[in-house]
Each structure stands twice: as structure tokens, then as C-alpha cells.
């Protein structure tokens, strides 16, 4: 069991919280991070790894937070699934399936078109 109601209640435990890649930077609340050090991913598992670029150690990472160890596994997703709703997630928008679209048109009528000649 972990204590974090879901991946967005641990972020929401930590300051500065920015994406990332496929994860999160936050400040570490662990020690005096001007610029945030600390790096968290959630796994498709729910798996969480945090790690703290500054070398604090995860025990005292999860003691701020309010938890422990055992808090990083099995972490349910967020309200938005992977990402954090909170967070500026980045949604599938009407340009991006546009593109997707006269992509998919693109190499569909490259692929079909010289067979449609045959026939
Ligand atoms: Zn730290």
C-alpha cells in the first residue's frame, strides 16, 4: 500500500514541479534546492523512482514527503492518467491529429496508390 492517494498527490507534496521528458522535476525537499534536483517518474506499474541529483538518500527524500520506501510502488495514476493534470498535461490536440491525419493520408496514398494503377 502506499500512503500517496496518486501520482498527483505526490507531486503535489513537492515545490517547482516541472515536466520532464518522460518525468518531473521538482525542488528536493530534502535539502535547500534553489534549482530543483530532484527527478520523479512513475512507471507504467506505478512504480516511482525519485533520485535527488544533490545525493540525498531516498529514505530521507520519502520522510519529507511523509512516507516511506514502501510508498513508491503500486502509486495509482493521476486524475489524467500518466501525467498530472495540474501540471500542463500535453493532450492530443486538433493540430496534432490534423498532422497524424494527412500523414496517414500521405503514406496511405503512397502505399495504395501505384497498386490502385495495376488493377
Ligand atoms: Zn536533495
Partial sequence: MT?????????????DV???GDGFMAKCP??????????VKRFEDGTVLVNCFAGCSKDEILSDLGGTLADLFEVPAG?????????EPQPVNKEH???LT????????????????EY
Fill in 18 to 20: 516541472t515536466r520532464q
Fill in 79 to 87: 486524475a489524467d492518467g500518466y501525467f498530472s493534470n495540474s501540471l
Fill in 97 to 99: 491529429i490534423d498532422a
Fill in 30 to 39: 530534502n535539502h535547500d534546492d534553489r534549482t530543483a534536483s530532484l527527478s
Fill in 3 to 15: 500512503i500517496f492517494k496518486d501520482f498527483d498527490d505526490l507531486l503535489g507534496r513537492l515545490e
Fill in 102 to 117: 494527412s500523414y496517414v493520408d500521405e503514406a496511405n496514398s503512397k502505399l495504395h496508390t501505384p497498386k490502385a494503377l
